[in-house]
């Protein structure tokens, strides 16, 4: 179509009628003189607008599927980081929770024994020949060779080698470790030594054997042992619990014999840990000592109740009853002899 003049005049006419026939329908609501007219426009463009809808409406969600994706991928990130950072906080929750309970128990511990202590925590185990850990804390810390390292069940060991943030801890169940011990109540002494790895392997649950100084001193199944104290108090301060004797082997002479101990420290999951910075100022002896576990309630014998026996025999009022017409002689005389 050319662009002429007339055409134009024309565009113009339409629009001017399309104008007022929209504002006539508008203003006239429900009771518009152009109902009809909107009606049949319905009933002939309906149909024509769901088929294109049907059309379009696929192609426009992939349109803006692709648009979105970018977006809707850096929020799926973004909640991934969220929950990651939700889940680590509720762990380190639990962690800290766990850590303060230690703390707390072990503070009581050193409480106990007077002990002046540093907190630590154990970071690695060794991997080498020798039963060691290292520790968090070094020289910078006031660590220093040779100090004993408890946890809140017991001994752990001493310190070997320090560096400036961290140091080195032989554990008691080292081959190469000797510990001076002393037996509760009996107040024997003796000698702690470990048997390597940790009590792992063939050793079971006792890494530690003790052998007294006098052969013939007693020792029971069930006794416990506390450290006796180094010269100078290193490397080892004293009254730190050790153990309890699992078992006694003697030997084929019978002139000497070996108990196995069972540490009160489980060295296959250390922690939190504390070296003993200064010595308590008297030796607390066996004050440290865990309560012993109460012995199980002896179960009360319950009296065994017998049936009663009948009353008689049937035939006699009593069971010394004599048969009546008995032919025995009576007590009495006769007044007639």
Do not use: W
Request: hydrophobic share 35%; net charge positive.
């Amino acid at each position: 179509m050319k662009d002429t003049r007339r055409t134009r005049v024309m565009l113009g006419v339409l629009l001017v009628v399309a104008l007022a026939m929209i504002t006539i329908d508008y203003r006239g609501g429900s009771q518009s003189p152009l109902r009809g007219l909107r009606s049949l426009g319905a009933s002939v463009f309906g149909p024509v607008e769901r088929v294109s809808a049907s059309v379009v409406r696929p192609v426009s969600n992939t349109l803006d599927a692709i648009t979105d994706a970018p977006g809707e991928r850096r929020r799926a990130d973004r909640l991934e980081r969220q929950n990651q950072q939700l889940r680590e906080r509720l762990r380190s929750m639990r962690l800290d929770q766990d850590k303060s309970a230690q703390l707390q128990r072990l503070l009581g511990t050193a409480g106990m024994g007077g002990y002046e202590i540093l907190a630590a925590q154990v970071i690695s185990a060794g991997q080498g020949f020798e039963d060691t850990v290292t520790i968090d804390a070094g020289s910078r810390s006031g660590i220093k060779r040779d100090m004993t390292v408890m946890s809140a069940d017991g001994l752990v060991g001493r310190v070997t080698r320090v560096g400036p943030a961290t140091a080195t801890v032989l554990l008691a169940t080292d081959q190469t470790s000797s510990i001076g011990s002393r037996l509760e109540g009996s107040k024997e002494i003796g000698i702690v030594q470990g048997r390597g790895r940790r009590g792992l392997g063939g050793h079971g649950t006792t890494p530690l054997r003790l052998q007294l100084l006098d052969a013939a001193a007693p020792v029971q199944v069930g006794q416990r042992l506390v450290t006796l104290g180094s010269q100078g108090q290193r490397p080892y301060v004293p009254g730190v619990p050790i153990g309890v004797v699992e078992r006694i082997d003697r030997s084929s002479g019978g002139l000497t014999r070996t108990a196995y101990v069972r540490p009160f420290v489980k060295f296959t999951s250390l922690d939190v840990v504390a070296v003993v910075v200064a010595p308590p100022k008297t030796d607390p002896r066996d004050a440290v000592l865990p309560p012993k576990p109460k012995p199980p309630p002896t179960p009360t014998p319950t009296p065994s109740t017998s049936p009663n026996p009948s009353a008689s025999p049937s035939g006699s009022g009593r069971p010394d009853a004599r048969p009546s017409g008995s032919g025995s002689p009576s007590t009495n005389p006769s007044r007639g002899d």
